[in-house]
């Protein structure tokens, strides 16, 4: 018997993955890059809480000295813990409602048949295609004509639904398998036993990346807070940020020292929620 002569790559293949190597390469130089473009004034704004007022700008990178005072002194200038609870209650609240609405109505759009479906569909959707802005004025308006200036409807009621939510939701449950729908029909179980025993756990990476981007939003906002709240006691903490910053600017260590604490939730929120969202973006088709 002749024994099998060793495999050699053709220099077509040889070439081939050369190429692929310096596109990875490339990639993971560009990633780099633009990580540290987004990291640089995360890192500035953190070291320099750490400073003293004559070494912000003038000093070197690293402080000479760790100021924890500033952080005490942030927190004590302002009622930033009555502005941490607002924000948190307003999030926590508006996020479980997103996240039952969307499901509701993806599932609506998504397994059941009804007239007008895509019609309605895409008035869904329209509310995709306005900008914000324009609809702070009559927001606005409705709220006050409720009553609900200065409370928490006001910061809650407007955004209890999301248009995103409902079609990144629907996409997600038009890719899973129709045999899980019919399997949970012969076991007997109803529509909304197959939605919330089967079809929502199965597609739990998108609905922790809605959970996510909407508590991350609502922690975020400040145009709509601003304009809807006046008083103290229901201010979130984005708007409890700006005014502090108003009163405290020349103070810049104080500022930034407020700045970070307001910030670590939503940094501990995205750190630990991360591959959920980089899972429901694969699995549902979105590109960045």
């Known amino acids: 018997m002749t024994s099998a002569e060793p495999y050699t790559a053709q220099p077509s293949q040889k070439k ?41 700008f003038l000093g070197a990178l690293i402080p000479e000295q760790w100021v924890w005072q500033n952080f005490v002194e942030a927190w004590n200038a302002a009622p930033f813990g009555r502005y941490f609870l607002n924000s948190l209650i307003v999030s926590v609240i508006v996020t479980i409602s997103v996240v039952l609405t969307s499901s509701l109505a993806a599932f609506a759009f ?11 569909f895409l008035f869904v959707l329209g509310p995709l295609m306005i900008p914000g802005d324009v609809l702070l004025i009559p927001n606005f308006i409705t709220i006050r ?43 007997g179980a109803t529509p909304l036993q197959f939605l919330f025993r089967i079809l929502m756990p199965v597609n739990s990476p998108s609905l922790s990346a809605l959970a996510v981007l909407t508590f991350l939003g609502i922690w975020n906002a400040l145009v709509w807070p601003y ?12 708007v409890g940020l700006a005014s502090f910053s108003n009163l405290e600017g020349s103070n810049v260590p ?30 549902s088709g979105l590109k960045g």
């Open 145 to 187: 004509q409720f009553g609900w200036q200065n409370s928490y409807p006001a910061l809650i009621v407007p955004f209890l639904a999301s248009a995103f939510g409902i079609f990144l939701l629907r996409q997600a449950y038009l890719k899973t398998p129709q045999e899980l729908e019919d399997a949970s029909k012969i076991d």
């Open 254 to 283: 104080v500022v930034l020292a407020a700045t970070t604490l307001v910030i670590l939730p939503v940094l501990i929120v995205y750190i630990f929620a991360q591959k959920w969202f980089i899972e429901s973006a694969a699995s």
């Open 16 to 56: 081939t993955k050369a190429r692929i190597t310096r596109v990875e390469l490339g990639q993971t130089i560009l990633s780099f890059v633009v990580a540290l473009i987004f990291l640089i004034p995360l890192v500035f704004m953190l070291l320099g809480a750490f400073k003293e007022q004559k070494e912000v």
């Open 110 to 120: 998504a397994r059941m048949k009804f007239f007008g479906q895509a019609a309605l």
């Open 227 to 238: 304009i809807a709240i006046s008083k103290d006691e229901f201010r979130t903490v984005q």
